[in-house]
């Protein structure tokens, strides 16, 4: 059975770091990747992993993404937190390289963490 578990969101200050991290069980995927979701808005891409990386242009040079393929997990390590941030992350994956921004190209979700960054 395929998992993908997501841990490490939180409540932090403006301008502050956080760490989440997502293992996927079952599988390994070629492709992996983070979603948000804001209140009242539609679900984003944030960034995708799969061979070589793409972020999307409003966590650039905030935001990295990378993986540990021993461990099947994919982190997304969150630096100089904005209020607007606040959404709930979503893991992804897909089968093949190829780093996707649609979220029908993606097999594979995680249940979600809330972020929430306070001003």
């Known amino acids: 059975q395929v998992q993908l578990v997501e841990s490490g969101g939180g409540l932090v200050l403006a301008g502050g770091s956080l760490r989440l991290s997502c293992a996927a069980s079952g599988r390994t995927f070629g492709t992996m990747g983070w979603f948000r979701q804001a209140p009242g808005k539609e679900r984003e891409f944030v960034a995708a992993?799969?061979?070589?990386?793409l972020l999307a242009d409003f966590v650039k040079g905030r935001f990295t993404i990378s993986r540990d393929n021993a461990k099947n997990t994919v982190y997304l390590q969150m630096n100089s937190l904005k209020p607007e941030d606040t959404a709930v992350y979503y893991c992804a994956a897909r089968y093949s390289y190829g780093n996707r921004q649609k979220i029908n190209e993606y097999d594979y979700w995680g249940q979600g963490t809330q972020v929430t960054v306070s001003s």
């Open positions: 992993i799969g061979g070589s990386i």
